[in-house]
């Protein structure tokens, strides 16, 4: 019962208004309790100050001690009191009674009775409830001449109590059913409140991979119930972004390994259609199989470069070395092919460079932007790449003399899979060729792109038209350690 959350906050809500209301109600018991008793007792003692000035006017008037006493209680008449005049050894001399028959009795031994006002609280002998009596007791000189007097006032505790029981009464009754009203208004309160968590968490458990495009209800945006739906939506719609890029990332993929998949079973099955073959014919059929192999290689490598990064388990791995040297063995690389396609890979002089970086990932990139630009450059034509150093940055500018990219092209050239020459190299039978040389999945400009990303930097097309292509990677220069 206590695991919903209603329940316990209106369990909280209904024990914090308990523990107010019986504060407030204790707090004005306990006000009114001391109210009436104050009064009470300022009215005893106004009446014993009255008694004392009238017994000294009777004694000044020239009345004996008992005429002046009787005349005293007999002036002095109040409904709800008691009064008395005693002589000073406790004779009684005269007394009015109260109603209900209460007389002024001497609640103390006549010695005890002193000049300052007392003031005590004594059981009712007549009833056999709980009910008291407030007794105020002084001993007085009608004339400073006169022997004392001894002056009682009495008064019944019975209406103060049946006050005090009544409004008892109204908190034993008024405070539970205020509480029963406001723990049921609690309740429906909190589930009011907490209806769009119950039909969100509904939603949210039908949600799964397949239908990540459907979203949780908003009811009021601008609320907190609103902001935590709108922040769950975004991550939703964050997933989906993912979960649609990893489908047709798998789509792609499998769509780029069937390609030489099937040139390479294709060429074995018309291989093996007859029974024996020229030597040659095999050897040709080998060759054909060997560059399909190689393309194959190379797409599920670059295929594990990207899924790794992707899945964060190929952070870079930084060391200190020398940039201009990394550059100068790439280019020696890029040489050697550039040669087998008559393409001329030139490079200029540059200055002695420590980076912080990745080195792996760095060759790779170089390779993949020089590999590109002799892959789409004619024999004859010429590719270039300088290093430059300015604020803080390092440039690499890869040029070339080739065919240039499709205007339509170039906002694409650096997403996954895409190949400008696709079409093209579908339909050639024995797999992708670009100048006669064997072209990528699509994923170099990709790879390219997530490590200079990695390293903090940025690759961008500068230009590319018939004439030619420059693409440009700018890195920051890092703390070496
Ligand atoms: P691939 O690995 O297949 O070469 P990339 O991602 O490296 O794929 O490049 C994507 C497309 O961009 C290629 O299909 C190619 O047509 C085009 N491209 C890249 N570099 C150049 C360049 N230097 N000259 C002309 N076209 C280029």
Same mark, same amino acid.
């Given at each position: 019962m206590f695991d919903s959350v209603r329940t316990r906050l209106t369990f909280w809500y209904v024990g914090v208004l308990t523990l107010v209301l019986v504060a407030f109600s204790f707090g004005v018991y306990a006000l009114l309790a001391g109210n009436l008793e104050r009064r009470t007792d300022a009215g005893l003692h106004a009446a014993l100050d009255s008694m004392k000035h009238l017994l000294g006017y009777e004694r000044a008037e020239g009345d004996s001690e008992l005429e002046a006493a009787r005349n005293t209680v007999a002036e002095? =008449?109040?409904?709800h009191m008691a009064l008395a005049v005693y002589t000073a050894d406790g004779q009684l001399l005269a007394e009015t009674l109260a109603e209900g028959d209460l007389h002024a009795t001497?609640?103390?031994?006549?010695?005890?009775?002193?000049e300052t006002l007392r003031l005590l609280t004594r059981p009712d002998a007549r009833t056999t409830k709980e009910d008291r009596l407030r007794v105020a007791v002084q001993r007085v000189r009608a004339l400073p001449t006169d022997a004392p007097n001894l002056i009682v006032a009495l008064q019944s505790l019975e209406t103060m109590n049946e006050e005090l029981t009544s409004l008892r009464q109204v908190f034993l009754v008024a405070v539970p059913l205020a509480l029963a009203l406001a723990g049921l208004g609690g309740w429906f309160l909190a589930r009011k409140a907490l209806t769009p968590v119950v039909s969100m968490s509904e939603q949210a458990r039908r949600i799964s991979a397949s239908n990540l495009e459907e979203r949780l209800p908003v009811?009021?945006? =601008?609320d907190e119930l609103g902001r935590l739906a709108g922040t769950f939506n975004e991550l939703l719609a964050r997933l989906n972004v993912s979960f649609d890029q990893q489908r047709q990332f798998m789509a792609d993929a499998s769509h780029e390994l069937r390609t030489p998949l099937s040139v390479m079973h294709t060429t074995a099955e018309v291989t093996l259609q007859r029974a024996h073959r020229a030597e040659s014919e095999y050897r040709d059929a080998l060759v054909l199989m060997d560059a399909q192999t190689q393309r194959l290689a190379r797409i599920v490598t670059d295929m594990f470069t990207l899924a790794r990064a992707d899945a964060g388990h190929r952070p870079i791995e930084p060391t200190d070395f020398y940039l201009d040297e990394l550059l100068a063995e790439t280019v020696r690389a890029a040489q050697v092919l550039g040669e087998r396609s008559g393409v001329k890979v030139s490079v200029e002089p540059c200055a002695e460079t420590i980076f912080h970086g990745d080195e792996g990932l760095l060759r790779q990139m170089l390779l993949n932007l020089l590999d590109n630009s002799i892959k789409h450059t004619p024999s004859g034509g010429q590719v270039s790449i300088t290093l430059a150093q300015r604020d803080g940055v390092i440039e690499f500018v890869v040029a070339d003399s080739g065919s240039g990219i499709p205007l339509e092209a170039q906002p694409h050239i650096f997403e996954r899979f895409y190949r400008v020459d696709e079409a093209r190299s579908r339909s050639v039978q024995n797999g992708a060729t670009v100048n006669g040389k064997s072209s990528g999945a699509g994923l170099g400009l990709s790879i390219a792109r997530w490590v200079a990303e990695a390293h903090g930097g940025s690759i961008s097309l500068v230009q590319s038209d018939p004439a030619g292509t420059t693409f440009s990677v700018e890195l920051p220069l890092r703390e070496t350690s």
């Open positions: 002095l =008449r109040y409904p001497l609640p103390l031994a006549p010695s005890d009775v002193h009811a009021n945006p =601008r």
